[in-house]
Structures are given as structure tokens and as C-alpha cells.
């Protein structure tokens, strides 16, 4: 029986795939293992959103390989997730310890093929997209390694081409899953203890199938046993007060809100093609405060985007001092292959970008304090 290793890194999409993925395995016969060293497999799903946290899977992944060589053991190494489809053939190249390299939509193609790959011995890539996704959300679907809680992918990708974002091109155009396998699959989950679920999407405003996605929040809201209900991410643009009002009155939807706004000036915004402007932000979030009550909002900012200036970023302060969100998470910007936005000059200085950064990280402390 081989043994995986299987390590994680970004987003709770990753992390569903992550398990997904171990169940699938582990119906094939696979051992799950929680080090490294005793694994005949070794898999890193990755993210490729931002460069720090892609630099550290490489040296990470280098060591982990070396040491392994220099025992003389022979493991198969893979590169799964945002960053192989990133990297593609490439990543052999950067990484030529890597015997496979999968993206985030051909998991099911790696579970498929893994023990051929290991006979064989030879390199495999998987980057077309051409894995059947939904049937690979369905055969791991059980998999949680939480015994209270688990994520469930509604919808996969992501159409809004955000400017300084990589997410349209590693994980590809909006998909969203049938309402009755994700309905299937939290009945499975609830039959295994879990009484806490989260739908999860880059954007989940925009699931579409025979159901919208308020109409599946209910749906799944009406699911006995599911005890509590969230989602993530939603977008400023898709968000309205029929969502709020459901939250409102659904006793077991979570009043939590992750509404990322970026920046607070309109301009940049525009540059960063989220199509709507700071104004409509606010607004939205007094509908959520006034109709939502007691409810925790969440929010993602980027600082030192290409041309910011420090009026477009006290702009973003103002945004935070006056909406006080409960929880946000604050990044430098950093310019992602592909996108538009690492097109334009990275023109603001990284002791700019780390000052404005230490700024709105020491206000939201002030404030979480308080
Ligand atoms: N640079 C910095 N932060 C980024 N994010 C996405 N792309 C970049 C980038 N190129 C941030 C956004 C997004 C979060 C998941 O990561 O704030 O909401
Ligand atoms: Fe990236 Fe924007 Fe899509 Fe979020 S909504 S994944 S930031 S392109």
C-alpha cells in the first residue's frame, strides 16, 4: 500500500481539494500520512495568488527533496494546484525533483493515473483542465478532516478578471456544480458527524445551475442537520440586501460576511477592474450592519497597487476607520504572471508598500482591541 503526504497551501479551496482529493486516494487504497518522511508520495497543492507565498513552496519543497535524496530514498514528488497550472511544463525545469505536475482542475486525472505514474517512473503533467471535476468533488466527497465542520465547492474558477489577480487563469472560467451533487454531498458529510458547513466559491454570488445561489443557500439551509451554514467569497458587485435578509432570517446561517473592497479609491479600483465603486461598497455594508444584526464582517485589501498614491491610500485607511471591520486581511501587492495588472509598472516602492501595510495592520490591531 503507498503511502501519501499531502501539505496545503492558500485558500479553503485548496484545502477542500486537498481532502477531496485524500478521500479519492484513499478509496483507491492509499495510506494517508502526516509526514513526509515515511510517505512514498509527497503532494503540495499550492497557490499562486500572491509571489511570497509560491517562493517559500519552492524552497520548501527543494529541501524536503534533497534531504530525501541524500537518504538515498526514492519518493515521487508533485506539484498540485494553482501554481502547477501556473508553472506547467516549466516547473520540471525550475524543479526537476518534481515527478508531477497537476493542475487544480485534473486532480481526478492524478488520482486515475497515480499508481502508473509511480510504475512507470516517469514525468506526467496534467494541465489541460480535461479531468472530470464533478466527479472528482463526488468520489473524495466524504473526506473531512474536521469532525465538526467542512468546506463543499459550489462553483469553481472565476470571470471577474480582477487586474492584479491570477485566479482566472490557473483555475479557468466559472463552473458551477449541480445543485444535487453538492446537496448529496452534505448529506454524506452529515452522516458522518458534521453539523457545520461552508460553501465555498471565488465568488459564490455567481453560482448558477437549475438553482440561483440564494435559492441553494436555502435549500441547504433547509437540510436537517446542518446546523451551521456560511459561505465565502463574496463580491461588493453581486452581494445585495436579499442576501442579507436571508442571513438575517435563517437561524443557521452564520452571521459572517467576508466582503473583500481592495482599495478605497475609486480610481484605483477602476485600475483593478472590480466594477464598483467605494460608494456602493459603503452603502452595501450599512444594508448588512442595519439588516444583519450582531453579524461579523471580514474584508481583503491590497496596498502599493501599481500608481497608489498616498491619497488613493489614505483613502483605504478611511475605508477601514469608518466601516471597522471585524476581521481584515491585509497584502502587499505583487504583480501575478498573466494578469493585466503586471503590465502596468510595479511602480510603488516596497518600503512604501511595507509602510502602508504596517499602518492599516497596526489600526485593524487598534481596533480589534477595542
Ligand atoms: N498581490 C497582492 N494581493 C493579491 N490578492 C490577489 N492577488 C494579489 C496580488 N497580485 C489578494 C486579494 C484577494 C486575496 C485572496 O488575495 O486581496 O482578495
Ligand atoms: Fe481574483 Fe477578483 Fe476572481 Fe477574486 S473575484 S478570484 S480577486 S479575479
Redesign the pocket.
Known sequence: MKKVYIRTFG?QMNKRDSEVLAGALERRGAELVDDWESADVVLFNTCA???HAEDRVFSILGLIAKKAQARGEDKVFGLLGCMAQEWRDKAFKKAPYLDIVCGPNDLYALVENLDEIIARGKKALFVDGKARVDEFYSDGAYFSEDREHSFVIIMEGCNNF?S????PYVRGRERSRPSGDIISEIKLLIDKGISKITLLGQNVNSYSSDLSFLELLKAVSDIKGVKELSFV?AHPKDASVELFRLMAERENIKKYLHL?F?AGSNRILKLMNRNYAIEHYKELVMAYRDIVKGGYLST???VG?PTETDEDFQATFDVMKELKFETA?I??????PF?K??KMKDNVPKEVKERRHKILLEFQRSIAER
Open positions: 485558500c495568488v500572491r509571489k480582477c492584479y489577480c491570477i485566479v467569497t473583500p481592495q481583503d485589501v491590497i497597487f486581511y497584502f502587499k501587492y505583487s504583480p501575478r494578469s495588472a503586471s
